[in-house]
């Protein structure tokens, strides 16, 4: 609050007093809300792999006939689940793909940034 009035009343000096000390309070606050990761964590989330790849096969299926509808489906039953974070970042970035209909690129996306074991 101090902050908003001090930027309406145009008072620099007290923006650059109180900032630093506002920043370190956000860094604090996102510090302690960030899930916090173990060793191992990455892939024990990823156990149902079959499911997972049953899953982008279609997507990238789905793409292949330009239909984004049938993909944004299947993403978000991907969604339902919780997932690494590199799995989830995958599925942002497929999301966004989506949202500008670059088909072509997702399956590249899929064996790009996702290894599968061997199945």
Known sequence: MKLESAARAGDQPT????????????????????????PGDEEAIDDDTVF???MLD????ACALYDGSRAKKTLARLR???WSRRTTELLNTIAEQLLHSDFEIIADSIATHFSFPPA
């Open 58 to 61: 279609e997507i990238a299926d």
């Open 80 to 82: 339902e689940k919780t």
């Open 15 to 38: 923006l650059i007093t109180e900032t630093p000390a506002f920043l370190e309070s956000l860094r604090e606050l996102i510090e302690t809300l960030t899930p916090k990761e173990t």
């Open 52 to 54: 997972l790849r049953e």
